[in-house]
T-cell receptor, first 113, second 110 residues
Framework: NAGVTQTPKFQVLKTGQSMTLQCAQD?????MSWYRQDPGMGLRLIHY???????DQGEVPNGYNVSRSTTEDFPLRLLSAAPSQTSVYFC????????????FGSGTQLSVL | DAKTTQPNSMESNEEEPVHLPCNHS???????IHWYRQLPSQGPEYVIH???SNVNNRMASLAIAEDRKSSTLILHRATLRDAAVYYC???????????FGTGTSLTVIP
């Protein structure tokens, strides 16, 4: 059971480039979310989804797009990367029932030059 | 959003118990108290959660004050592998949008 899989693990972009961070889970979880973590900081919620076709914004959504076409996948898109988006990104999933534990991926370290 | 307050850092000697405090004075009646921890260079992992009663699992115990305005995560016997950042989080009544603060960085001294 792979759990939550994030790819790539590392990525370097130039300012203005676009890219997609991939997140997949094999636990049939309805709820998925994206967080970013800056050095010495806690995690901040970017976007989340309560099921296929449904997404919503978290604390820091600007500069990021998401979609949820399947239950398994929840990609995060940077349309025009900026140095302020240099961070470690974590994807998480849970069943969608209240107060069930979140399962996190191992993270994607993104640097924007 | 309901907020939590934790000390920035704590130290413990190996094989001794550790009590990690968390204040949440604005907690609502339906908010659960969750604890996660983040080992270096890893994603957070679930530790424990509870509503009103004290909770125990194989990793830790959670002691919740009677007025629910504070809680304590108890590691009964700290090991070097327990060195991590520990986050105390209140669940939102609207769903699973967990809001992480900066947590408590636990150092375990051999």
């Amino acid at each position: 059971n792979a759990g939550v899989t994030q790819t790539p693990k590392f990525q370097v972009l130039k300012t203005g480039q676009s890219m997609t961070l991939q997140c997949a889970q094999d636990m049939n979880h309805e709820y998925m979310s994206w967080y970013r973590q800056d050095p010495g900081m806690g995690l901040r919620l970017i976007h989340y989804s309560v099921g296929a076709g449904i997404t919503d914004q978290g604390e820091v959504p600007n500069g990021y797009n998401v979609s949820r076409s399947t239950t398994e996948d929840f990609p995060l898109r940077l349309l025009s990367a900026a140095p302020s988006q240099t961070s470690v990104y974590f994807c998480a999933s849970t069943t969608g029932q209240k107060n069930e534990k979140l399962f996190f991926g191992s993270g994607t370290q993104l640097s924007v030059l | 959003d309901a907020k939590t307050t934790q000390p920035n850092s704590m130290e413990s000697n190996e094989e001794e118990p550790v009590h990690l405090p968390c204040n949440h004075s604005t907690i609502s009646g339906t908010d659960y108290i969750h604890w996660y921890r983040q080992l270096p260079s890893q994603g957070p992992e679930y530790v424990i959660h509870g509503l009103t009663s004290n909770v125990n699992n194989r990793m830790a115990s959670l002691a919740i004050a009677e007025d629910r305005k504070s809680s304590t995560l108890i590691l009964h016997r700290a090991t070097l592998r327990d060195a991590a950042v520990y986050y105390c989080i209140l669940s939102e009544d609207t769903g699973n949008q967990f809001y992480f603060g900066t947590g408590t960085s636990l150092t375990v001294i051999p």
